[in-house]
């Protein structure tokens, strides 16, 4: 099960960012994962709480954003979006093609953290907000 190995990674990768912005909290974690990744989002997402566990990443939510398959056929000259990565062939025209544009990715698209409260001048103390990162 690599998705834990995965689901390790992105907790290392997220952690610097959260501690230099001086988070005290994660509330959620954007990743984009293609239709070619070779990835289980369930299995991930069960193994994100658990890499997650004792950081402050901890009780965050991994969000999923799956990006499908797109390849582009030379002979209707336009990028198609397949099915699925069973078959290398023009929805359209039925040409085959190995030209993939998008299905690849793995990453983080972005942090969503709470920011500590503030005092602002005159004693009154702001109320907490939501950032992204």
Same mark, same amino acid.
Request: net charge negative.
């Given at each position: 099960?690599?998705?834990?190995?995965?689901?390790?990674?992105l907790v290392?990768? +997220?952690?610097p @960012?959260?501690? =230099?912005a001086? +988070?005290?909290? *994660?509330?959620? @974690? =954007? &990743?984009? *994962?293609?239709?070619l990744?070779?990835?289980?989002?369930? #299995?991930?997402?069960f193994?994100?709480? &658990?890499?997650? =566990?004792?950081?402050?990443?901890?009780?965050?939510?991994?969000?999923?954003?799956?990006? /499908? $398959? @797109?390849?582009?056929?030379?002979?209707?000259?336009?990028?198609?979006? !397949? /099915?699925? /990565? !069973?078959?290398?062939r023009? /929805?359209?025209?039925?040409?085959p093609?190995?030209? &993939?544009?998008?299905? =690849?990715?793995?990453? &983080?698209?972005? $942090?969503? *953290?709470?920011?500590?409260?503030?005092? *602002?001048?005159?004693?009154? #103390?702001?109320?907490?907000?939501?950032? +992204?990162?």
């Amino acid at each position: 099960m690599h998705e834990l190995s995965i689901a390790h990674s992105l907790v290392e990768l +997220a952690l610097p @960012v959260v501690e =230099r912005a001086g +988070a005290p909290r *994660v509330r959620e @974690v =954007r &990743i984009a *994962v293609g239709a070619l990744a070779g990835v289980s989002v369930d #299995s991930l997402l069960f193994c994100y709480d &658990i890499a997650a =566990r004792s950081t402050l990443l901890e009780g965050s939510r991994l969000v999923v954003r799956e990006v /499908p $398959l @797109v390849i582009h056929c030379a002979v209707c000259e336009r990028d198609v979006e !397949l /099915p699925g /990565p !069973l078959q290398f062939r023009c /929805p359209v025209c039925e040409t085959p093609s190995g030209d &993939i544009r998008q299905g =690849r990715e793995l990453y &983080i698209e972005g $942090l969503e *953290v709470d920011v500590e409260e503030e005092v *602002v001048p005159g004693g009154a #103390s702001a109320n907490p907000e939501e950032r +992204a990162l």
